[in-house]
């Protein structure tokens, strides 16, 4: 019986992946290979070898896969290694993640040692999972383990990418078998299709037949939705969550999905109920949808909200020896400070810079390796050289202190008074060069400091109430306390002077318990937290009440008070 008309059920299947040194084209060599044999449903005998390269690696892939140089110079070449890979294949199916690109790789190994590419039917579990699991969006080798349950220990070395791949045919070949009774129709479930122009035109037309024509969906009532800021929640007949959405109107963005002009997504299918949680305010609907989705992870929703790309943060990791400024397009987690969110990577990335060297700061990387004399920067004066090993860590923690304590307060004036000061204490001791340079570098740093756009400051040293309006209904507000660079609460202003002052006190009492930790942003909240960030920039007309000091409960009481008098004065003061 040939391989192609053997029934999927009794066939041997080979889980393979490969390690290649990341370049393309005709330079791209293999590195590793490992392969795993699947019968049954289970994993049986395994296969793995490092391959000697022509060329040297580079130290991005030696970072990314954990390959070095060393171990690949000691490697076996791939004249010894294919046979045995090759002798595995025969008889059997490929499968491999992204399979396209280890078929390719491994052709062309073959070829670069004059032996003959075995040409096994290859399987993909992307496009299988793409077949059998249309509502499964996420298809990259972890997160489909992770949708199906199966843990992932190591990534990017090629035994255990293929082991992980294995196990993700083990758990997807149930509903292969129920689509595909022989090899060869399993490969024709999983080969894409191509259409013409012409045909997909014709396809975009039957959709919006479909779109406008009758409902083959179970009927949706959408009568029972407020038309209030919010999130809605669409399920199937189980109850399990298909899709998260948020509005400023839930019922009319609800309904919007099954509009007749509206091309459907393919969780609309099987959506059979909707339900909602209402909030005050359009950031309460963003926040709330980032939480819920999560929480539910719910198939339909692709990603979260697209991020800002023009937003940028100052963060010190400091959990790490001698830490450094750096700029990121995130906030940092864990026990770090954080300044921002701020507008011009470039003018950021020079403020490091001047920072670096103002302070003594390293300008290296986060992992600092043993020197046996001072770089460039040490020998200018601009760097206290803690790779030397002779430096008092003290030392160096106290010029990182003083440089992170100016974003405590007002860090532009605070920054260019700085070198005022420095600049007087030069002229005083007739260091008349280093009062010109320190001169220049105030212009620099003034025009840095002009061009930057944002919040020039550390996010846990801002606590604030913020207030965030109903889009429709003056007079109503979401409050949302942020303390210790996170929303630690939020939800309708309260209406008695009370309840708004136990909130606050609570809110304050866990931000400084967070601070005895030392701990800041959790990795859970980073995306939260840039939500929040690039929110606030964006609307800097939110009112806000300064919590440090934390103010009196009378001052509290009037500054809600004073919201809601505003919003109802307004039409008076308009006529």
């Given at each position: 019986m040939q391989l192609l008309e053997q029934p999927v059920a009794t066939a041997e299947f080979v889980a393979l992946d490969t390690e290649t040194n990341g370049l393309g084209g005709d330079s791209c060599e293999l590195t590793e290979v490992g392969a795993v044999l699947v019968g049954g449903g289970e994993l049986h005998d395994r296969f793995s070898s490092l391959v000697r390269t022509n060329m040297p690696l580079g130290r991005g892939i030696q970072r990314f896969t954990g390959i070095t140089q060393a171990q690949i110079d000691t490697a076996p070449d791939p004249a010894q290694v294919l046979p045995s890979l090759a002798q595995m294949l025969s008889g059997r199916v490929m499968v491999a993640h992204n399979a396209a690109f280890d078929r390719r790789v491994l052709r062309q190994a073959f070829a670069r040692v004059g032996l003959d590419w075995p040409n096994p039917?290859?399987?993909?579990?992307?496009?299988?999972?793409?077949?059998?699991?249309?509502?499964?969006?996420?298809?990259?080798?972890?997160?489909?383990?992770?949708?199906?349950g199966v843990e992932v220990e190591i990534a990017h070395r090629a035994l255990a990418d293929a082991e992980t791949c294995g196990r993700i045919l083990c758990a997807l070949f149930p509903r292969l078998c129920a689509h595909a009774g022989t090899v060869g129709e399993a490969l024709a479930l999983l080969r894409p299709r191509r259409r013409s122009r012409t045909a997909g035109t014709r396809g975009r037309a039957r959709g919006r037949q479909y779109a406008a024509g009758a409902r083959e969906l179970p009927q949706l009532d959408f009568k029972d939705l407020p038309t209030d800021p919010g999130v809605y929640i669409f399920r199937d007949g189980a109850g399990r969550p298909l899709y998260v959405g948020k509005s400023v109107s839930i019922r009319r963005r609800a309904r919007a999905h099954f509009a007749p002009a509206?091309?459907?997504?393919?969780?609309?299918?099987?959506?059979?109920?909707?339900?909602?949680?209402?909030?005050?305010?359009?950031?309460?609907?963003?926040?709330?949808?980032?939480?819920?989705?999560?929480?539910?992870?719910?198939?339909?929703?692709?990603?979260?909200?697209?991020?800002?790309?023009?937003?940028?943060?100052?963060?010190?990791?400091l959990d790490i020896a001698y830490p450094i400024l750096e700029v990121a397009s995130a906030p940092a987690a864990g026990h770090a400070v954080t300044i921002g969110p701020l507008r011009g990577r470039r003018l950021l990335g020079e403020l490091v810079e001047q920072l670096d060297s103002l302070f003594g700061l390293r300008h290296c990387g986060r992992r600092l390796q043993r020197r046996e004399w001072p770089s460039a920067y040490g020998q200018m004066g601009r760097c206290l050289s803690p790779c030397l090993g002779d430096l008092d860590p003290n030392l160096y923690r106290r010029r990182l202190d003083e440089a992170?304590?100016?974003?405590?307060?007002?860090?532009?004036?605070?920054?260019?008074?700085?070198?005022?000061?420095?600049?007087?204490?030069?002229?005083?001791?007739?260091?008349?060069?280093?009062?010109?340079?320190?001169?220049?570098r105030r212009a620099r740093l003034a025009a840095i400091l002009a061009g930057l756009e944002g919040?020039?400051?550390?996010?846990?040293?801002?606590?604030?109430?913020?207030?965030?309006?109903?889009?429709?209904?003056?007079?109503?507000?979401?409050?949302?306390?942020?303390?210790?660079?996170?929303?630690?609460d939020f939800g309708p202003l309260p209406d008695g002077a009370s309840e708004l002052q136990r909130r606050t006190d609570r809110v304050l009492a866990r931000a400084?318990?967070?601070?005895?930790?030392?701990?800041?942003?959790?990795?859970?909240?980073?995306?939260?937290?840039?939500?929040?960030?690039?929110?606030?920039?964006?609307?800097?007309?939110?009112?806000?009440?300064?919590?440090?000091?934390?103010?009196?409960?009378?001052?509290?009481?009037?500054f809600a008070a004073a919201q809601r008098d505003a919003v109802e004065l307004e039409p008076r003061c308009a006529a």
């Open positions: 039917p290859v399987l993909c579990t992307a496009a299988l999972a793409r077949a059998v699991l249309p509502l499964q969006r996420e298809r990259r080798l972890g997160a489909l383990a992770g949708a199906l509206t091309l459907r997504a393919a969780w609309t299918a099987h959506a059979e109920l909707v339900d909602y949680r209402s909030v005050t305010s359009e950031l309460g609907a963003l926040i709330l949808e980032n939480r819920l989705i999560k929480e539910l992870r719910p198939p339909g929703n692709v990603r979260l909200a697209a991020r800002d790309e023009t937003l940028h943060y100052l963060v010190c990791r992170l304590r100016i974003f405590h307060g007002d860090a532009r004036n605070g920054l260019l008074q700085h070198l005022d000061r420095q600049m007087q204490t030069a002229a005083a001791d007739r260091h008349y060069e280093r009062a010109a340079a320190l001169r220049r919040v020039m400051q550390a996010t846990h040293a801002r606590p604030r109430l913020v207030l965030a309006p109903h889009p429709a209904e003056p007079g109503r507000f979401d409050a949302l306390w942020i303390a210790g660079g996170r929303l630690l400084g318990r967070v601070a005895e930790l030392g701990a800041h942003v959790p990795p859970g909240e980073i995306d939260e937290l840039r939500l929040l960030g690039s929110y606030l920039a964006s609307h800097p007309e939110l009112p806000a009440l300064a919590l440090e000091p934390p103010p009196a409960p009378a001052a509290l009481a009037r």
